[in-house]
């Protein structure tokens, strides 16, 4: 089956630290681009960051830069967010999602697979 599974969300404080995975399962993710999306309750889905299949090119919005990182390890068919410094306006469900892309880019409907979600929130 193919998917994408991910891990690593929780309840943190204002600037703590969460690092989510983003493992694929029935394919090889070194093909392919992954974008890391957010939705925050009652508001639409936004691509926050982009690595390209190489890691050879890296993108952050600037509501993350300079606090997320993103990485990908694929011998273990596994990407990574590591966010840092989180703020409350970080809560949301964070998805990953796979792309044939050659090309950074955060539109939704760029990418053919997605993981299931994972709740962020950040309160004291």
């Known amino acids: 089956q193919v998917q994408l599974v991910q891990s690593g969300g929780g309840l943190v404080q204002p600037g703590g630290s969460l690092r989510l995975s983003c493992e694929a399962s029935g394919f090889s993710l070194g093909a392919y681009a992954i974008g890391w999306f957010r939705q925050a309750p009652g508001k639409e889905r936004k691509g926050i960051s982009f690595?390209?299949?190489?890691?050879?090119?890296?993108y952050y919005t600037d509501s993350v830069k300079g606090r997320f990182t993103v990485e990908r390890d694929n011998a273990k068919n596994t990407v990574y967010l590591q966010m840092n410094i989180l703020k409350p306006e970080d809560t949301a469900v964070y998805y990953c999602a796979a792309g044939l892309l050659t090309a950074v880019t955060l539109w939704i409907g760029g990418y053919d697979y997605w993981g299931q979600g994972a709740k962020v929130a950040v309160s004291s």
């Open positions: 690595i390209s299949a190489s890691a050879g090119s890296t």
